[in-house]
């Protein structure tokens, strides 16, 4: 029956997957399963994007799916059971620019490989990073930027962490114009093309 | 103004774009001296070559899309002054131009702040308004069209875009929603419906307004007017393009936001599809306008949501291509170019480009791997591209000098390249722009 689940999902019914996770839980599957059923749904959404069969409408859609089935689930769950993660990561687009799908698409591919992110959101100043890189405990930060007026905010936010004292904190830069031109310019300690080079990057420092 | 030719339907396209490419090359320009006119007519003639694809002595470099902003910003000019003070460009860009010899000159965006804030423009937001001075111009996403809104889109753009987008996108024509459904305007009586809102207190202080605004961008395009009107009396011809979109990206852009239409292939794939196609005629008929207006040979695409991340090869073979197609077949008829600008990467899209007939594209690439372009490309179309803003900004004279090298060396063999930058740059050094015009030259 789950099966019906990560098929419609996969397949990118919307209407469908809703309706099937209603009938799941008015049958009496519990909420856990249904949820586990969802992941492995992602888990191949984010193997087809890796793969270059899945862009970034079926990674919204899916995300779209994921929410209105967890708005569904959430009031009938007990606490989510804590999973294994891999590492703690800040996620965020810089400060003055706004430019968030390329960010969301990178928070979604750790997220679902394995890392707990924290996502910050868009036009995010340095000391917002370093603030949440203190209270989260996270040793990885990606910052994302697409205009030539992120390169400074992003070298801003590298130096700021390394004056709170974050030293071992490790940063990587992605998004539009950024190269490994501008990691050096920064002073970042990695430049990731895609989100794979992100999950890949962050499993190297994990 | 271009006057077509009384044999224009007896015309071949190619015939038709080589009318318009006369009508450019040949309009009159009074020279500041004889030495400017020496230089257009060696320049221009270039150019022209290049969009003929004939043989030339050499590539040019055009800075235009990449160092506009630099242009002016070299000289202390701020984000704010392109929007609110152009007559202080005018020294800047002169100054640019005689210092540098570009090949094409480096045209002014006339953005016209006090306009926009007359009447409450919601698109942007701007430098001197809520944007810090230093910066110009930001386009804030937004959905200006709801999903229930595409039948009314559908079987009526025009009316659609006066009654219900411009209203949302400038909060003072609010009262254009007032305006009478015009095809049924017919009767003796039909004057009426025609005429009240013109008689109602909202809608006539509207026009006031609009008349205000109206007033400020003469100003603003006799300041730049006279200013570009000076570079070319130096000696610098421009491009001559006018500014375009794909119907996905009009759509994408302004009406559904960039998720939003990104979801509707899915959600409601028919609508997105009509929609694109009701707005090919559209988009036909006013660009072919703005062409005869402005005696402009080329239309520019500034291309966003077709990019490879964007979607897969079939979405962008079923949703975003056979419409754009369409607009740019039909402008080839008309002898009208398209310069497409090409953000981000296009490497899976090579081979639909191709498909459009031989000279009817300049193709401008950001991200797109030129080896490729050149072996898939380049007999067929003018090219242009890449060098990236990363390496203005941050590279080296040296780097910016071996990439451009490079590019020179690879298109050398091909019937036309033109040096140009990938993407625009707020902050460079003379030195780099001048590697970078240099390296065309020797
Ligand atoms: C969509 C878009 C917009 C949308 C953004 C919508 C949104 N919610 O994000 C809107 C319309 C709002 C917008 C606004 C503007 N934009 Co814009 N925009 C784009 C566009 C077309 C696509 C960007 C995008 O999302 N690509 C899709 C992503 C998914 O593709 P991707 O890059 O391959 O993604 C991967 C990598 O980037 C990487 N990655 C990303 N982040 C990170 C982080 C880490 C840590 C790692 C490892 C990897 C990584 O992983 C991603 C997933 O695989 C680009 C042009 C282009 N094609 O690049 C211009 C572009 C980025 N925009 C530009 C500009 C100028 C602007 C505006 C100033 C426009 C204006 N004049 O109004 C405003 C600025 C607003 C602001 N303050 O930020 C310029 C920037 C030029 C410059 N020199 O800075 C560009 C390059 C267009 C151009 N050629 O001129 N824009």
Known sequence: MSQKLIDAITGMREEDALAITNELLDSGVAPVDILNACKEAMEVIGKRFESGESFIPELMLAGEMMSAISDVLKPRM??????????????????????????????????LNGFEVTDLGVDVPPAKFVEAVKQTGARIVGLSGFLTLAFDPMKETVAALKSAGLTDVKVMIGGGQIDENIRQYTGADAYGKDAMAAVAIAKSWA | MFVRPDNW??????????????????????????????????????????????????????????????????????????????????????????????DVSVG?????????????????VWGGQKLPDNLVIQAVEGEYMRPDEYKDFIADPTAFWLKQYLPRAYSALGPLSMLADFPRISESVDTIDLLVPFGLPPFQEMLRTMMEAGNELMKVLGAVGQTMGMVTAEGFPGMGLNIVKTPFDYLGDTL?????????MYRRPNDLLAACEAYVPVLVKSIVGASDRTNAPAALYVLHKGADAFMSQEQFEKFYWPTWKQVMLALYEEGITSYLFIEGSYNNRLENLAEMPEKSLVCHFDKTDMRRVKEVLSDKFIIAGNVPASLMSAGSVDEVRAYCDDLVGLFAGTPAYIMAHGCYFENTTDEKLRAFMDSVKN
């Open chain 2, 256 to 264: 559904r936001g960039t998720k939003g239409i990104l979801m509707d």
């Open chain 2, 9 to 102: 339907n007896k015309m071949s396209p190619l015939e038709r774009r080589k009318a318009r490419l006369d009508a450019w090359q040949d309009a009159p320009v009074q020279f500041a001296s004889p030495e400017a006119e020496a230089n257009y007519k060696e320049r221009i003639t270039r150019l022209r070559k290049i969009y003929d694809m004939q043989p030339h002595d050499r590539p040019i470099a055009d800075p235009f899309m990449g160092a506009n902003e630099y242009v002016a910003r070299r000289k202390g000019i701020q984000g704010k002054d392109m929007v609110y003070n152009h007559e202080k460009l005018r020294e800047p860009l002169l100054e640019f131009h005689r210092d540098f010899q570009p």
């Open chain 1, 78 to 111: 007990a606490e989510e059971a804590a999973t294994e993660k891999l590492g703690k990561i800040v996620v965020g687009t810089v400060q003055g620019d706004i430019h968030d799908i390329a960010k969301d698409i990178v928070s979604f591919m750790l997220d």
């Open chain 2, 108 to 124: 002014m965006l006339p953005y016209p702040g006090k306009s926009w804030d007359l009447l409450d423009f919601k698109l942007y």
